[in-house]
């Protein structure tokens, strides 16, 4: 039970965790177009276009400098702690990377350049694989970690310096270049609850 104020560290753990949530939509999103390109089916690479394009722009923008002020702040209170978490600015560089050569397969396949079938279900698998255990890693260590070690003068400079900017696709009005990406994001959560409702009755 808690008393008093709520620590500052609330809003900005729980602004990143529900980010984590929506990539994670993203990302069975992924799995199902991977699904159809699996069994012979022509995936939707336009929606796969706009899910790179949304990584590129908020998480790779917005997101992941969230967490690096976080680790910042880790080494400086705890240097031996983050060290046994890793790098976690580097682990976003790999993300990069990982994207970037998602984002090359896809529009290889949109130009009419040769790409194996195997090769394109590598690379995307890559990604989504990645993504989740690097997710998962701060979920399980990062986070934890900076709520035990950082001071509310660090919460307090951590949210001074965090950009203040809308979520294109999650907060509110949605932009148009993700507007399809969000319909299909609903369609799957109406057919995850059709699924799941029966086993609850």
């Given at each position: 039970m808690t008393h008093g104020r709520e620590r500052p560290t609330a809003k900005i753990i729980d602004v990143l965790l529900a980010?984590?949530?929506?990539i994670k939509?993203?990302?069975h999103v992924l799995e199902q177009e991977l699904d159809a390109f699996a069994r012979s089916h022509?995936?939707?690479?336009e929606i796969m276009q706009a899910i790179i394009q949304y990584f590129l722009d908020y998480p790779e923008g917005y997101h992941h400098p969230k967490e690096d002020i976080l680790f910042e702040k880790l080494k400086l209170r705890d240097?031996?702690?983050a060290k046994r978490i890793g790098d976690v600015e580097d682990e976003h560089e790999l993300e990069t990377a990982r994207l970037q050569k998602f984002s090359r397969a896809v529009n290889d396949?949109?130009?009419?350049r040769e790409v194996l079938r195997q090769t394109f279900h590598d690379i995307a698998h890559e990604f989504i694989s990645y993504q989740r255990a690097h997710m998962d890693?701060?979920?399980t260590m990062l986070f934890p970690a900076a709520i035990r070690a950082l001071k509310d003068e660090d919460w307090a400079d951590i949210d001074a310096r965090l950009a203040n900017r809308a979520d294109p696709l999650f907060d509110g009005a949605t932009e148009k270049k993700y507007q399809a990406l969000q319909k299909t994001i609903l369609r799957w959560e109406r057919e995850t609850q059709a699924v799941r409702q029966p086993a609850r009755a």
């Open positions: 980010e984590h949530r929506n939509k993203l990302l022509s995936p939707d690479y240097a031996a702690l396949v949109l130009a009419g890693k701060e979920e």
